[in-house]
């Protein structure tokens, strides 16, 4: 079953996001490029919002076709599908399996630019593309974008429903560099000297 | 009088020998040494490996144990005690993760601290926050300060606020302890820092004994950082 997921981070939620991704023009993409699931990883205290967007004509509330314990969550999914097609939106505030869903489950990866987030899709090879949430302080999520697009191990846009279609066309047609993990031995050599001289 | 100039010639070595102390103790008096390898390893100090962990909350704590993660031979060794600092229960779930997921062996030990800042939190509850961040730390890092006696040991920090007054406590006890060694403080600054130093790193950037940054850039910027690539 083809799936994007969305990942919003665990601490703050990305209201723009979530709007865009759960779009009429957005979804109606998706399955024309084959996708039969979207799972939402909305962050905290979002839940009610998330459900109150999917409460419409649209959807039908069904029960959730991966496990709560495959997804990781402690509350229940909110899980819709689309009322004239077999389209499933799945919804969770937060996973602590979420290498686990990303690994198994996703073939895209739509993520907001925590770094955290940035490297699990990443390590497990998955394509990904950046959203940068530009509402948060201190705005680093941009260079952090910025910097891995450089590189071309993502594709990186804003939250505007165009800019997520536009990177969505590109996921078709263009293929990322895969990511080096790095594990230094230089830095493991500092922290025994630091320890043990 | 003869006492008084006693007293006073006693006080006067004593201020000379914690001058001094200081001297030793902060880092940026010291030669930066990022070319400190295994091979040219001469351990001095014997023993056990205890290493203290600092996890903030969401992304520093996914940093910090994907870090543990990472060099788990060295850090997460079967003879090592890792006692793990945190201020939130869903940190301490994520690490509960990490131990089940590497069948983690060595000793733990927890110690709860006060978040000393919220995001978005004004300046004046920040400051009383910080306030009751300072005392309730200080007897936990006068614990993990005397644990670490004579042992060969780590504090592994990644930037919350909590941790510089951490770090600062863990500077003053080794200033103030004559006989105490280094307290060797690694902090590494958060993979989302590209070319400016978070708060918490323009802080510890003048008392952690190592200054791991993971972009070039800020090695350029900062010269006392050291720069292995990207850790986490």
Redesign the interface.
């Known amino acids: 079953m083809k799936t994007l997921l969305v990942t919003c ?4 939620s990305f209201p723009k996001l979530i709007c865009s991704v759960i779009s009429a023009p957005f979804i109606g993409e998706l399955k024309s490029d084959g996708f039969e699931r979207l799972i939402v990883q909305f962050g905290k205290d979002y839940r009610e919002e998330f459900a109150g967007k999917l409460d419409n004509e649209l959807f039908i509330e069904v029960e959730c076709s991966i496990s709560t314990a495959e997804l990781g969550t402690v509350n229940t999914p909110v899980s819709r599908t689309l009322m004239a097609s077999h389209f499933e939106i799945i919804g969770i505030d937060f996973s ?1 399996k979420i290498q686990h869903v990303i690994k198994e489950h996703a073939d895209l990866v739509i993520s907001h630019a ?3 987030s940035i ?1 699990d899709s990443l390590r497990l090879a998955k394509p990904l593309i950046i959203c940068v949430n530009d509402d948060l ?1 201190n705005n ?2 941009q ?2 974008a910025d ?1 891995f697009e450089s590189y071309g191990y993502v594709w990186a846009c804003s939250a505007k429903p165009k800019d997520l279609l536009r990177c969505l066309t590109r996921s078709r047609s263009e293929v990322l560099k895969p990511f080096q993990a ?16 | 009088m003869m006492r008084t100039t006693h007293i006073s010639i006693g006080l006067l070595v004593l201020y000379a020998i914690y001058l001094v102390r200081l001297i030793c103790i902060l880092p940026f008096f010291l030669k930066q040494r990022q070319d400190d390898s295994p091979l040219r390893l001469n351990s001095k100090r014997k023993g056990q490996l205890k290493v203290f962990v600092f996890l903030g909350s969401g992304g520093h704590t996914g940093e910090m144990l994907r870090l543990l993660e990472n060099y788990s031979d060295l850090l997460l060794a079967n003879s090592n005690t890792l006692f793990v600092g945190y201020s939130d229960t869903q940190s301490r779930a994520a690490f509960a993760q990490l131990a089940k997921k590497t069948d983690l062996k060595c000793r733990i030990e927890f110690y709860e601290f006060i978040k000393a800042r919220e995001v978005n939190s004004s300046y004046f509850s920040s400051f009383v926050t910080i306030v009751r961040t300072l005392v309730d730390s200080c007897f936990k890092a006068l614990s993990i300060s005397l644990r670490f006696y004579s042992s060969p040991h780590l504090v592994l920090l990644n930037g919350p606020g909590t941790c510089c007054v951490l770090a600062l406590w863990f500077k003053l006890f080794e200033w103030v302890n004559l006989f105490q060694s280094r307290s060797n403080i690694v902090y590494v600054e958060s993979l989302a820092r590209i070319t400016s130093l978070s708060l918490s790193g323009k802080l510890l950037y003048w008392l952690a004994d190592s200054f791991v940054v993971q972009w070039k850039e800020l090695q350029i910027a900062k010269p006392r950082a050291e720069y292995y690539g990207i850790l986490v």
Do not use: N, W, Y
């Open positions: 981070g665990a601490t703050v602590s925590g770094t955290g490297l302080m680093h999520q260079q952090i910097k790095t594990r230094s031995d230089a830095f493991e050599g500092r922290l025994k000297f630091l320890a043990f001289s």
